[in-house]
Each structure stands twice: as structure tokens, then as C-alpha cells.
């Protein structure tokens, strides 16, 4: 079965501190996809990257960066340099390669940066 | 990426009335999904908006609750029938292509509230 989990359900840090977000996942299919989503207070979900399971190279965008281990089967996000305007519900998610496309969705953490 | 529009944005409706919700996508994509998301939870897939044909609901939501039209590739409505306090929610659309590697992106989401 497939399975997400975020197991922080909410995370307080002062601005300019570093903060990563944990995501597990669970999945029997060799294909699969990961997602991670920001859905600030006013409510919409901002896609923020995407990741297939033949590539696990790291990546970085600005203060963002994803890790992505297969090993562990988990898709960290951290934030570097947190600011007010990161705080915000983040949503990791799963997809398979099988054909239905769904997503399947972590509980989502909640990331209050304080200034 | 897809750039979804959804009305409205927010209501206010009274119980046993019914409220219909549209999505409109930028471009056509080859599927529309529908979520519902109860305040402080994760999003939960209501069911897939097929064009021509009927929605593929989820296990607990029925068409009779939760009619879905489709009638092409950039459109779909959501209706939530007979409301009741408990269907107080976010109601989000989403849209994505048809290719394996193709993201689901999100609309602004409905925020209804039901007294």
C-alpha cells in the first residue's frame, strides 16, 4: 500500500533560522513520483517541485533544496534562512507510475517562522 | 505549467441548499480532479472529472452528494448538494496533462462555509 507520511505536524522556528521538513513514503512500484506543495494561509496550493524515483540527485532552488533517499525512502525540504512569508502548511505527496496518477498525501506540516 | 480559476472563492450557504463550483484551466489537459479539504486536514480526492463521461467518485463520496460535469478539456463543476455544517470545507480543483512525468497543479480553491 501507499503510503506518506509527515510525522512533524507543526514546526516553530525564529526567522533566518534553517529548517528542513521530513516526508516518508511507502510504495511497492519501482516507478513513482514525489511531490512537495506549500499552501500558504490564503489557502492555494503552490506546486514547488517534483521528483521521479531514477533521480536522486539533490536539488536547490534559492533557499530551498529537496533530499531525496531512496535508502530511507524519504524526501526532506529545508528551508535556509526561514522568512515570515515561509510560513505556510507544506504537503508532501506521492504518485505512481501505474497509470491513475492520483496523488496520495501526507498530513502536512504546519512551518510558523516568527520574526 | 496549467493556470486554474475556480468560483467562487469563498460562501456562505444555508442548510439543504446546494452550491455549484467551476473550474476553468488556462489550457486543456486531460484530467480535473476534485479534493475536498476539512479545515486543519490534508486534501481528500472527491473524484476524477471525466470529459463526456461520468466522474469516477472515491470510496464515500456519490454522485447524488457531489454531481461533477465535464463537458470538455478546460472546464468542470463541482456541485455539493443538500449541504449540511459538514461539508463546511475547502474545495479545491486541479489539472493535470496527460504525460507520466506531468505535475497536478491547483486551483484557488473554494472555502465554503455551510450554517
Known amino acids: 500500500a501507499q503510503k506518506v507520511t509527515q510525522a512533524q505536524t507543526e514546526i516553530s522556528v525564529v526567522e533566518k533560522e534553517d529548517v528542513t521538513l521530513d516526508c516518508v513514503y511507502e510504495t511497492r512500484d519501482t516507478t513513482y513520483y514525489l511531490f512537495w506543495y506549500k499552501q500558504p494561509p490564503s489557502g492555494e496550493l503552490v506546486f514547488l517541485i517534483r521528483?521521479?524515483?531514477?533521480d536522486e540527485q539533490n536539488e536547490i532552488s534559492g533557499r530551498y533544496s529537496w533530499n531525496f533517499q531512496k535508502s530511507t525512502s524519504s524526501f526532506n525540504f529545508t528551508i535556509t534562512a526561514s522568512q515570515v512569508v515561509d510560513s505556510a502548511v507544506y504537503f508532501c505527496a506521492l504518485s505512481e507510475g501505474g497509470g491513475n496518477y492520483q496523488l496520495i498525501w501526507g498530513a502536512g506540516t504546519k512551518l510558523i517562522i516568527k520574526p | 505549467s496549467a493556470v486554474i480559476s475556480q468560483k467562487p472563492s469563498r460562501d456562505i450557504c444555508q442548510r439543504g441548499t446546494s452550491l455549484t463550483i467551476q473550474c476553468q484551466v488556462d489550457?486543456?489537459?486531460?484530467?480535473m480532479f476534485w479534493y475536498r479539504q476539512q479545515p486543519g486536514q490534508s486534501l481528500t480526492l472527491i473524484a476524477t472529472?471525466?470529459?463526456?463521461?461520468?466522474?469516477?467518485?472515491e470510496s464515500g463520496f456519490v454522485i447524488d452528494k457531489f454531481p461533477i460535469s465535464r463537458p470538455n478539456l478546460t472546464f468542470s463543476t463541482l456541485t455539493v448538494s443538500n449541504m449540511s455544517p459538514e461539508d463546511s470545507s475547502i474545495y479545491l480543483c486541479s489539472a493535470r496533462g496527460g504525460g507520466r512525468t506531468d505535475t497536478q497543479y491547483f486551483g484557488p480553491g473554494t472555502r465554503l462555509t455551510v450554517l
Open positions: 489550457s486543456q489537459v486531460t484530467m
Open positions: 521528483r521521479n524515483s531514477f
Open positions: 472529472a471525466n470529459q463526456g463521461s461520468e466522474a469516477t467518485y
